[in-house]
């Protein structure tokens, strides 16, 4: 299979997990809809150079940390394709250059744009779908955007909390929706945070950070343990 087609197929897998798996969580609707409207064909492709620039060694450890039982035609369609993808670190990308999103994130994050935009490889004007990974032992700090957000979570455990209250813990197989502008935090503990991602509708408006009195002492705590 050539590097269009295996790229299509992760695509094809996001969808197919969604629908046969999570079809009444929130934001699952939102985002099948999108993918309704998308053309998957090497035809509508933009043809982007492979690129892992960092976190290959972080990327397979969360690759082969998803739960075969569970994810086991996506798992090896991501395995098939994770080479041929376009990866990128966020440095600009989502946030304006002086946000206080904290060297952690800046070093330790990397994503990769399946559909949407001009860094997708299939090109959409208001929709985003692709793969967030995280390092371990970092704190995505709380921050929001106008884009209604859904994850879901291929590993697990993580930390989230919304709207600066308490943590909560989310297994791998989880869904998290985030409406627009709802305040939110990620915390990764000793496995790497890999999640599809998607975006459905403001995607050109970037995400800013709402600080938190308690970045330091998470991220701190976070380091040590």
């Given amino acids: 299979m ?16 969604l629908e046969m798996n999570f079809p009444g969580e ?3 609707s939102e985002v099948l809809g999108k993918l309704e409207g998308v053309q998957l064909s090497p035809e509508a ?7 892992l620039p960092a976190h290959g060694d972080v990327l397979n450890t969360a690759i082969g940390n998803i739960p075969k039982s569970r994810f086991g035609p996506l798992v090896e369609a991501i395995t098939a ?12 990308l989502f946030y304006e250059g002086d946000a206080d999103i904290g060297k952690d994130y800046l070093d330790g994050n990397l994503h990769c744009v399946l559909v949407g935009s001009d860094v997708g490889v299939i090109p959409h004007d208001d929709f985003l779908l692709g793969f967030f990974l995280l390092a371990p032992r970092l704190l995505y700090r709380d921050h929001i955007h106008a884009a209604p957000e859904l994850y879901l979570n291929l590993v697990g455990p993580s930390g989230w909390r919304f ?3 308490e943590w909560r813990d989310y297994q791998a197989g989880s869904v998290v929706w985030n ?7 990620m915390r990764v503990y000793d496995q790497p945070f890999f999640s599809v991602f998607s975006w459905t509708g403001d995607v050109e408006q970037m995400c800013e950070v709402t600080p938190a009195d308690d970045w330091p002492a998470v991220e701190q705590e976070l380091r040590e343990n």
């Fill in 2 to 17: 050539n590097s269009d087609l295996l790229i299509l197929n992760v695509i094809r897998e996001i969808k197919s997990c």
């Fill in 26 to 28: 929130p934001g699952v």
């Fill in 45 to 51: 492709m933009i043809r982007q150079e492979p690129q």
């Fill in 81 to 92: 394709a994770k080479d041929h993808l376009h990866w990128r670190v966020d440095r600009g």
């Fill in 163 to 165: 709207e600066h209250g």
């Fill in 179 to 185: 409406s627009p502008n709802a305040v939110h935090a």
